[in-house]
């Protein structure tokens, strides 16, 4: 309450900290579905960045948990309906597609003499 | 038809041997083992990598390409932000033509990390 460095406090900072970053990456891979050319993405990554880099020095740990779900409000509103996912990562159009067989199952190789084995 | 023939035999290219990319390094034992363009045999040297994500860490604005070598970590050497190794991370995998989770991408925090992901990743190309 009174700002007093516990392991706690601190243990929720880190977490607070890792919760920001991924919702700086996953923004980030956003803007990037949605400004396919790089010069508009250039400009809407800055832009992007300028929000995040506003409050980086809240001090106020509940303040921060606000802002972090403001920003989590905004990122789901925005989510592209179709995102660029690498082919073979799952959501990908690969993905699963030739899946490896399951050991022990093989071909045997009689074709004409499945009668006379 | 004749001259036809005549001209087309002097305009005929030989044949030459099929050059293989360099980085390939197995040998051209029974043909077909290695296909030139196939995106299966696409596996990268560790000079490769090393030299690709240093091109992409010396190449952000906000880095200077002086200090940056193999086992620098970007937020004590390179004094960047926590977004900045966001920003690298992605910029990497692009780079790489990689997926990486985000668990996975919140530990990378240094270029030897970097480098070891990609290069132990079975998808890296």
Same mark, same amino acid.
């Not at chain 2, 980085?23 to 077909?32: A, D, H």
């Given at each position: 309450m009174s700002g007093v460095s516990t392991a706690a406090y601190f243990a929720r900072r880190a977490a607070q900290k890792e919760r920001v970053r991924i919702l700086y990456r996953r923004a980030l891979k956003d803007t990037l579905n949605w400004a396919v050319h790089r010069h508009i993405f250039y400009r809407d990554a800055s832009d992007l960045r300028e929000k995040f880099n506003a409050n980086?020095?809240?001090?106020d740990v509940d303040r921060i948990d606000k802002l972090i779900g403001h920003g989590e409000a905004e990122y789901n509103k925005w989510r592209h309906p179709d995102p660029y996912i690498v082919?073979?990562?799952?959501?990908?159009?690969?993905?699963?597609?030739n899946p490896t067989p399951p050991a022990g199952i093989e071909i045997v190789y009689n074709y004409g003499q499945e009668d006379n084995p | 038809m004749a001259l036809r023939n005549a001209v087309l035999r002097h305009l005929r290219v030989p044949v030459q041997n099929l050059a293989v990319r360099g &980085?390939?390094? &197995?040998?051209? @034992?029974?043909?077909?083992s290695i296909r030139a363009f &196939? &995106? +299966?045999?696409?596996h990268l040297s560790k000079q490769d990598v090393v030299d690709r994500v240093l091109d992409v860490v010396k190449s952000f604005?906000?880095?200077?390409?002086?200090?940056?070598?193999?086992?620098? +970590?970007?937020?004590? $050497?390179? @004094?960047? $932000?926590s977004l900045d190794t966001v920003e690298i991370v992605m910029a990497i995998e692009e780079e790489f033509k990689l997926e990486i989770p985000d668990k996975e991408a919140d530990k990378i925090d240094s270029c030897s990390l970097a480098i070891e992901y990609v290069f132990n990743h079975p998808m890296s190309s």
């Open positions: 980086q020095d809240v001090e082919p073979w990562a799952p959501g990908g159009s690969k993905f699963c597609r | &980085s390939n390094q &197995s040998q051209i @034992g029974f043909l077909g &196939s &995106s +299966h045999d696409d604005p906000k880095v200077d390409p002086a200090k940056v070598t193999p086992d620098v +970590h970007f937020q004590k $050497d390179l @004094g960047l $932000d």
